[in-house]
Structure formats: structure tokens, C-alpha cells
């Protein structure tokens, strides 16, 4: 049924880069005759899930949402991929992106922008719109995205699905085409909290094949999720973090948060408001710290050792057979980045931006700490607006970035956040997200309290 809706709306939607049909079919199939032989499956053996393209999956095509991977089949699944297979999930195909999850709009794409299904002018959220696209769509009930700066929290927000960040380490980053490798974390995309839990399970835990992968027990977000759904959240107090307003917020989006604050507080939470002042250097610090370690990772894209080549005519160097091949296959995004990055981490200027930039990352982890002394959990809008035009803001970087503003914290910090749906705007009748960040490892927290608001 799902590859059918596939077949019916992505040709408008653009959701998906790679539609897997055959494996697909195949894995529900091995579903199908487990349960037929009475052998034990998971909660979600069978369940259709959508893969973010910046995850290995073994032949399978992993774009990045780049020309440079254009043709790439990997030769091993991630662990996330692996994961999911072992658990009986259907892998429908892979989703479109922002190149190398470089973007909030998806229109950074090589291969087209996805849609928003909410108004298909309009973006879908980036950079991973096409997962959260595809749930709106309900060409999937499940899906997978990677968040280093809100990429699946600002997606669920302006598609009005939901969207988790797990603490970083909390899901491997093994077969995760690296971005910005102390930021990147994948994590579960639903319509439901419940179902985003019942994922989150599935992906999580400890994998000796990522050296920042948190040897803990897994949060136990399932019952969290269970319990919140009794809507009573007495004895939880809830911060509004006092930064995140004002100048650049709708006032469409405003209201809407107002409204789930006030029912919070009907739900039982106590409510304060929690001044975090280094949050206001979020934005910068991340636009030095992420395209830094993007100029780094994205060095192993030379033109010899995976993906596309150009210019080899067996009379230029492979200095120059590098330099065509990254000139002709990266974006203007992607190149952006790797300037930016490159000129931050040079002699001379490393301690003016870089150096700069990870004293603020400490400033920001302390401001949550002093934070979470006071309160379970806090709260803000996902994102200052809801969904842009397509077009809008492909000319002005700054303003893209902006749509990160109160996603960005959480990354630098490693803590975890997720953005649940908080309704429509009463301005534009779009979709909004609210989002709820708790301490790390304390991902259940931020998974009771949305289940109750749900
Ligand atoms: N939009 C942010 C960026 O462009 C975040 C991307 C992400 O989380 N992958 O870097």
C-alpha cells in the first residue's frame, strides 16, 4: 500500500531520491513467513520506514543528496540500516536532501527540492525535508533523519510530524556519511510520539564501531512515551527559555507556543521561565564549528576513492582531476561551507573563530546544566516560522541559517531535543513545532512530556 501511495504522490511531493521496490517487497516478505514459521518478531517487524540518503545501505544507492555520489553503491550497511533490517523493518527507499545535510529547505538538493505536502510551493524543512515529507505524505509511517544543527526537528516542525535528536552518542554514527562528525546524530522521524519511541529503540544503543557511542543502557523512551500518553505531567516543571522570541518570530508561531505553554500548565507542569544568555551565540559558533569539521570530512571526496570523476584523460595530474571533480559535483552550499571552514581552521586565524567558537559550545553546555537544576525540561518554538516558499531564501544564506536559531543549542551542547507537533499557525494555517529539550541521556523526559501535550 505504501509503494503504491509512493507511486501516487511522489511525483509531486519528491520525497524519495531511491525507491527500493524489490528489496522492499522481499523484506516483508521474510516478515511474512517469520510470523508464518512462529518465530518471534519485533514490535515493528513489517513496518515501512523511509532512510534518509546519508546513510549506507549495501547496494543500495547513497546519494547525500550529491552529485559527487551520484552513482555510489555502497558496500556495507550502517549500523542504523542494520538495525532496522534485524528488527523486521521495511526499508521503502531513500530520501532526499539537502547535499551532504548542508541546509534547511532541501532545495540544496542535486536532484531537485522536495515538497512540502502541507502546500507543495512551499519547503518541506531541510535538510532532511524528504523524510519528513514523506510522513505528511503517508508514504511512510516511519522514518530515519540526522540532525546536526535541527535537521530533523525544523522538518518535523513545518511538515507537523515529529522529530527526535537522541543525546549524541545515543545512536551509532557508523555507515553516517559524515557532515560534522561531533554535531551529526541520527534519530527517529513519526507521526506519533509513540511511534518516533518505538523507533528510537530500535536505533539506539551502544556500537563499538563509533568511538563516540555512549556505552549506557538506552532511555527508556517506550515507557516514557506510554506514560505521558496519560496526560497528568504533575511534578514536572517545564522552562521557556526566556531567548527564543521576540525579533524574527511570528507572531503566528508565538501564539501558537503561548497556547502550548498554557496547556502544560493544564496538564499539571509547573512553568518558569529560564534565562539561558549564551544561546544568543549559538548560531555563530555552529556556522564556524560545523562547516570547520565539514572542510575536513569532506576531503575524502578526492575523485579516487568513491563517487564521481571528472577530467581523468590520462594527461592531468590527479591534483587537477580532483580539483574538476569537486569543482563540477559540489554545490554552492557545499562549497560555501568548505571555504568558510578551511579559512576558520588556517594558521593565524584558528583561535580568532574556531578557538572562539568552542568556548561559546562550553558557555552554551553550562547554561544548560544551570538550567536542568532548576527544570525537567525546556521548552520553545522549533523554528521562528513556519514553512518558507520555495525560492524564498535560496539567495540569502543568513536567512536560512536563521531557521535553526533555537534547534542549534541542543547540537552543541549533545543533549537531546525533539520538536512535536503544536498545531496550526492562526496566521498562514501551516503547521508549527514545539520543541522540548531535555538533559543528556534523559531522552524519556522529553518523550513523556510530549506524549502528555500530544
Ligand atoms: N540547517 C543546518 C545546516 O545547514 C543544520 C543541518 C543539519 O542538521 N544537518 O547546517
Not at 47 to 61: C, I, Q, S, W, Y
Not at 80 to 97: D, H, P, Q, Y
Not at 415 to 434: I, K, N, Q, R, W
Request: glycine share 10%; with cysteine.
Amino acid at each position: 500500500a505504501h509503494l503504491d501511495r509512493i507511486g501516487e504522490v511522489d511525483g509531486a511531493v519528491h520525497a524519495f531520491l531511491h525507491v527500493d521496490t524489490e528489496g522492499a517487497l522481499a523484506a516483508a516478505k521474510r516478515v511474512d513467513d517469520d510470523i508464518a514459521a512462529g518465530k518471534p518478531v519485533g514490535p515493528l517487524a513489517g513496518v515501512p520506514l523511509a532512510l534518509k540518503d546519508v546513510f549506507t545501505t549495501e547496494g543500495v544507492p547513497t546519494t547525500c543528496g550529491s552529485a559527487m555520489l551520484a552513482t555510489w553503491k555502497p558496500p556495507y550497511d550502517a549500523t542504523v540500516t542494520r538495525r532496522l533490517k534485524e528488527a523486521g523493518i521495511v526499508i521503502l527507499g531513500k530520501t532526499n536532501m539537502d547535499e551532504f545535510a548542508m541546509g534547511s529547505s532541501t532545495e540544496n538538493s542535486a536532484f531537485g527540492p522536495t515538497r512540502n505536502p502541507w502546500d507543495l510551493d512551499r519547503i518541506p524543512g531541510g535538510s532532511g525535508g524528504g523524510s519528513s515529507a514523506s510522513l505528511a505524505a503517508f508514504e511512510a509511517p516511519l522514518a530515519i533523519g540526522t540532525d546536526t544543527g535541527g535537521s530533523i526537528r525544523q522538518p518535523g516542525s513545518v511538515t507537523g510530524t515529529v522529530g527526535v535528536k537522541p543525546t549524541y552518542g545515543g545512536v551509532s554514527r557508523y555507515g553516517l556519511v559524515a557532515f560534522s562528525s561531533s554535531l551529526d546524530q541520527g534519530g527517529p522521524c513519526a507521526r506519533t510520539v509513540l511511534d518516533a519511541a518505538l523507533l528510537h529503540e530500535v536505533i539506539a544503543g551502544y556500537d563499538p564501531m563509533d568511538s563516540t557511542s555512549i556505552d549506557a543502557p538506552v532511555p527508556p523512551v517506550v515507557a516514557a512515551a506510554r506514560e505521558g500518553a496519560n496526560g497528568d505531567l504533575s511534578g514536572v516543571t517545564v522552562g521557556v527559555v526566556t531567548q527564543f522570541s521576540g525579533e524574527g518570530y511570528q507572531a503566528g508561531v508565538l501564539r501558537s507556543f503561548e497556547a502550548a505553554v498554557a496547556q502544560l500548565k493544564q496538564l499539571g507542569a509547573e512553568v518558569v521561565e529560564i534565562s539561558c544568555p549564551s544561546f544568543d551565540y549559538a548560531l555563530p559558533a555552529y556556522y564556524l564549528i560545523a562547516p570547520s569539521e565539514a572542510s575536513s570530512n569532506l576531503a575524502r571526496f578526492d575523485a579516487m576513492r568513491y563517487g564521481a570523476r571528472h577530467g581523468d584523460d590520462d594527461t592531468r595530474s590527479a591534483e587537477e582531476v580532483m580539483a574538476i571533480t569537486r569543482d563540477q559535483c559540489f554545490g554552492a552550499e557545499v562549497k560555501r561551507r568548505i571555504m568558510i571552514g578551511t579559512y576558520a581552521l588556517s594558521s593565524g586565524y584558528y583561535d580568532a573563530y574556531y578557538g572562539s567558537a568552542q568556548k561559546v559550545r562550553t558557555l552554551i553546555t553550562r547554561d544548560f546544566q544551570q538550567a536542568f537544576e532548576k527544570v525537567d525540561v525546556l521548552v520553545s518554538p522549533t523554528t521562528p516560522t513556519t514553512a518558507f516558499k520555495i525560492g524564498e531564501r535560496a539567495d540569502d544564506p543568513i536567512a536560512m541559517y536563521k531557521a535553526d536559531l533555537c534547534t542549534i543549542p541542543a547540537n552543541l551542547a549533545g543533549t537531546p531535543a525533539m520538536s512535536v507537533p503544536s498545531g496550526l499557525s492562526d496566521e498562514d494555517g501551516l503547521p508549527v513545532g514545539l520543541q522540548i529539550m531535555a538533559p543528556a541521556l534523559q531522552d524519556h523526559r522529553m518523550y513523556r512530556v510530549a506524549a502528555a501535550y500530544e
